[in-house]
């Protein structure tokens, strides 16, 4: 081995150039902010070893990016591992980067002749900013789509080139594949490259500058250590305590508040820009800057998104040359520490102004449903489709029938007391309750004479008044313990009629009935007097029952509720959804399949 390196050395003279690197002495002895800037080059290195693992299962494009990072996520081997690593040491390098600058402030490295140091710390920490803004887009979940979203209008307000700025960085007028691809090519090719530069510049200019303090310094400060093993120890001892703290993160990222579903980084729901995000905030280490625009309203937001931090980096390009009188640099520590302050105490007050906010709060747990429900849909048997995985949230009952019914069905009706997604309205529903529609215990309610008449039926509707109402508190009020038990009969005879999934295992008894021993408890009880079974009577007037609660039953009921197999004239109010042109029949099948329970659950497919 010897031999080897000798052979080496004397070809390259790499041994002895790493010699005189790390037995290089360090005027005034090793401390501890030595090792500030080359945790940042450890940082980058990981950054650069996980991203090139990441680019490996990565795919650009508004149909590919979302599925991709699933993919990493939920089915590589220790994808989840390399990509939160990845995630949250990015968000360690930018506070380590700001910090980097204040702390060149505060032990005054930053003035003459080290001021070109200073300028490469500022250059490097505007860098990691670069990759964070620019990484976080590239999942195109929701949360990193709205972000990238208002990041983009804030450039825009920059004067005279704020509209060509936006469109050259967006890759067009709107988001969409150029965008991805745009800022894929600056987070993994442009940015690296650039950070490198910079990084030997400073290590050239850092070496330069040992070479004349070892010079100037040998008989004013006698005390040296060296890098090895001294700042060499004290460098690994700060990595790995950094890198401790980023694998606690990856794996319990619920203790640090991080609200997404198993271990890694998170992964909202796939971007849609037909639906605004409620919940969309920056990173966390970008709230103070929302909450600071939030004081700048309307024509106001020019002056907190672009003049004030302009000026404020004006003043942190002057800081070399003002710090070189006694009274530029207390004022330097001064704006520094007002800076921080300002950082933290507007981040604290964004948490807290969210945390009181409930609309906000019922957003954010409504995108962890999404989230969560995307992932249980695109781990299904089924998979993520070719349209990609924003098709399987707009083809599931479990997401688009709340919504639908809170839009178009919860002016009169309503789920379980309130419109579907969990508000309860001030004023009573004027039409029933369709929790458990069609299900035996809606029925046996129904069927109720105490029941039947409440706002959970038909209290708020025209048919109070009608016959149906009238037979069940007149008629079934009165029956005896032989009717009584047809009615129960009744009951599990209709609701076998819906096939609904969570009671087939009860209704096989009744669905293995011959049509006459269907018909006889409901005739017996008085039902096919005014309705149809299985038959056509011309003679009566309440709705047709055969199927009743199917789904073709309430899909043909929904669509029209005027047909000659409902209520015909006599319908209260309840507009034909398809004949009028208010639903399509695919967001009909939504609603109805979401108020039957009918939709993929993983853990009962």
């Not at 993520?384 to 995985?389: L, M, N, Y």
Request: aromatic residues 12%.
């Amino acid at each position: 081995m010897m031999r080897l390196l000798k052979w080496l050395d004397e070809r390259t003279g790499l041994i002895r150039a790493l010699e005189s690197l790390l037995f290089r002495q360090i005027p005034g002895g090793t401390l501890w902010r030595h090792t500030w800037g080359n945790l940042l080059v450890f940082m980058f290195a990981v950054q650069t070893i996980t991203g090139l693992a990441l680019w490996m299962g990565y795919s650009p494009g508004v149909r590919t990016a979302w599925e991709s990072v699933y993919y990493i996520q939920h089915v590589m081997p220790l994808g989840w591992l390399v990509r939160g690593i990845h995630y949250y040491t990015a968000e360690v390098m930018l506070v380590m980067a700001i910090l980097h600058v204040i702390q060149m402030v505060w032990f005054r490295t930053y003035r003459k002749p080290r001021e070109l140091n200073f300028y490469l710390a500022l250059a490097t920490a505007l860098l990691v900013v670069g990759f964070s803004l620019t990484g976080f887009l590239l999942p195109w979940d929701e949360q990193g789509y709205w972000s990238a979203k208002v990041r983009t209008h804030i450039m825009s307000l920059t004067p005279l080139l704020g509209g060509m700025l936006k469109e050259i960085t967006i890759g067009g007028h709107a988001f969409g594949h150029h965008t991805l691809t745009r800022f894929f090519a600056l987070h993994a090719g442009v940015l690296p490259l650039v950070f490198l530069g910079i990084l030997g510049i400073r290590m050239a200019l850092m070496r330069h500058q040992w070479k004349q303090s070892t010079q100037s310094e040998k008989t004013s400060d006698p005390r040296t250590s060296p890098i090895w093993p001294d700042l060499a120890a004290r460098y690994a001892l700060a990595a790995l305590v950094i890198m401790a703290g980023v694998l606690c993160v990856t794996f319990w990222p619920q203790w640090f508040g991080f609200m997404h579903k198993g271990m890694g980084a998170p992964l909202t729901a796939p971007a849609d820009p037909s639906d605004l995000f409620a919940s969309a905030r920056p990173e966390w280490y970008f709230l103070f800057l929302f909450q600071f625009l939030k004081y700048f309203p309307g024509t106001l937001e020019v002056v907190g998104a672009i003049v004030i931090p302009s000026a404020v980096f004006i003043y942190l390009l002057a800081m070399p040359w003002l710090g070189n009188h006694r009274i530029g640099h207390s004022l330097n520590v001064l704006i520094c520490t007002l800076l921080i302050s300002g950082m933290i105490w507007l981040t604290w007050e964004a948490k807290r102004s969210d945390a009181a906010n409930t609309q906000f709060v019922r957003a954010q747990a409504e995108a962890l449903m999404k989230a969560n429900r995307t992932i249980e849909l695109a781990s299904s048997p089924g998979g993520i489709p070719a349209e990609g995985a924003l098709h399987l949230l707009h083809s599931d009952p479990m997401i688009q029938g709340p919504r639908l019914f809170a839009q178009h069905c919860a002016g009169c009706h309503r789920y379980d007391g309130h419109d579907g997604k969990g508000t309860f309205p001030e004023e009573a529903p004027s039409a029933p309750d369709l929790k458990g529609f069609a299900s035996r215990h809606w029925i046996g309610n129904l069927l109720n004479p105490e029941h039947i008449a409440t706002e959970a039926f038909f209290g708020n509707t025209a048919f109070n008044d009608g016959k149906m109402v009238s037979f069940v508190q007149e008629k079934i009020g009165t029956f005896d313990a032989e009717k009584q038990s047809a009615l129960m009969q009744v009951v599990k005879i209709l609701s076998s009629e819906a096939r609904l999934k969570k009671q087939a295992i009860l209704d096989s008894k009744e669905i293995s009935l011959s049509a006459q021993d269907r018909e006889a408890p409901l005739y017996d009880a008085g039902c096919l007097d005014c309705h149809a079974f299985h038959f056509e009577d011309e003679d009566v007037e309440g709705p047709d029952l055969t199927g009743y609660g199917s789904r073709e039953w309430m899909m043909a009921f929904v669509s029209n509720p005027f047909g000659e197999r409902f209520y015909g004239q006599e319908n209260d109010r309840m507009p034909a959804f398809l004949d009028e042109g208010i639903l399509t029949e695919q967001e009909i099948g939504l609603v109805v399949d979401w108020l039957r329970d009918d939709w993929f659950n993983p853990v009962n497919p």
